[in-house]
């Protein structure tokens, strides 16, 4: 199997950068522009936050950063130093910020990890490892969390009410769903009957419509085997720093805008828990965004799910929320590329 480079530039492209950043600046000033709350005085609130506050929501996302390191580092074996670890979230995150949610950073990430050194093989499995055990914290933790949240994680706010009833709990259930069938066939498909995976796949795609795609079905049940291979095998040692690190990276995600809105109004444990249980809803509605990074859909959706817990501060903690989580990734992004073509590519790698 070659992994299409070409595609691959063209995803890694510092150019990109412009396009999410317009898109969120658009929703901004469109939001701005419509709703008559919001106004130059609303703008002058952000310095009405607990300074406390933002550094804890910074504390708390460069903590989530450092868990993603760790966890790529433990997941390959320790075959990444520190250094070259960073490069690889750094530009995976970046990767994932230039492209429709839908889409992903997947392929980047696999082209990443080869070239820096790992057999593309193992490139595969640690990558879809990596996507088993989010989708694994989703399917297994939101249960939990919406449990403890008591019921109220759908938002009901008039917008909601008026365009979306009931479908955006459908959304979700059926988007749990998937990825519940979807973690599950995955599993069993790597640690399992990887050939047996295979060769479904291969029947399907023997339908007369679906004939073109065979041979690209036929790679990825190659690159499930080989990437099957690499983990069966591996010893609770292996697993349990990765699932504690899975389990810290998304906590940390998401723990991340309580403290945001905690710095400007003190919650309750109850409302804490809302807030982190309604991110979950939330992040199913930003993965099936068509824009880069979820653009403007995040911007436009963090009102209807947040706006009750802010009284008046909704537009600039929104704000705040995306410069913390999203565009710190498109800057390093376009500063770390350059250098690492460089190293990988011209054999200068920092050690």
Request: proline fraction near 3%; charge should be positive; charged fraction near 15%.
């Amino acid at each position: 199997m070659k992994l299409d480079n070409k595609k691959i530039f063209e995803t890694l492209n510092p150019n990109k950068v412009w396009i999410p950043v317009l898109i969120g600046l658009g929703i901004v000033f469109l939001m701005f522009y419509l709703d008559p709350s919001v106004n130059a005085k609303t703008l002058k609130g952000v310095f009405d936050a607990s300074i406390w506050g933002i550094v804890l929501a910074i504390f708390v996302i460069l903590g989530r950063d450092i868990g993603y390191i760790y966890r790529i580092r433990e997941i390959t074996d320790r075959q990444l130093t520190w250094t070259r670890a960073l490069y690889v979230i750094i530009l995976w995150e970046f990767a994932s910020a230039v492209t429709p949610s839908v889409v992903g950073g997947t392929a980047v990430a696999v082209f990443i990890l080869n070239k820096e050194g790992i057999k593309l093989g193992k490139a595969i499995a640690f990558v879809m490892v990596t996507a088993i055990l989010d989708n694994l914290f989703f399917v297994i933790g939101a249960p939990v969390i919406l449990f403890f949240a008591k019921g109220n994680i759908f938002p009901t706010s008039r917008v909601m009410e008026m365009k979306l009833g009931r479908s955006l709990e459908l959304l979700f259930w059926t988007s749990y769903g998937l990825y519940a069938f979807y973690s599950l066939v995955m599993a069993l498909a790597l640690f399992y009957k990887p050939r047996v995976f295979k060769w479904v796949l291969l029947k399907i795609y023997s339908i007369k419509w679906l004939k073109k795609w065979k041979h690209s079905a036929n790679e990825y049940g190659n690159q499930i085997i080989e990437a099957s291979k690499e983990l069966i095998g591996k010893n609770y040692k292996y697993w349990i720093p990765i699932i504690v690190a899975t389990i810290f990276i998304w906590s940390s995600r998401y723990l991340m805008l309580n403290a945001l809105i905690g710095a400007y109004d003190s919650l309750t444990l109850n409302e804490h828990i809302i807030v982190f249980a309604r991110q979950v809803i939330m992040w199913i509605v930003m993965m099936i965004s068509p824009t880069p990074g979820s653009s403007g859909t995040a911007e436009f959706f963090f009102a209807q799910f947040f706006a009750q817990f802010l009284n008046g501060y909704t537009f600039v903690t929104s704000i705040l929320w995306r410069l913390l989580s999203y565009y710190p990734y498109l800057l390093l992004g376009a500063i770390f590329l350059p250098r690492w073509i460089k190293q990988v590519f011209f054999k200068k790698k920092e050690e």
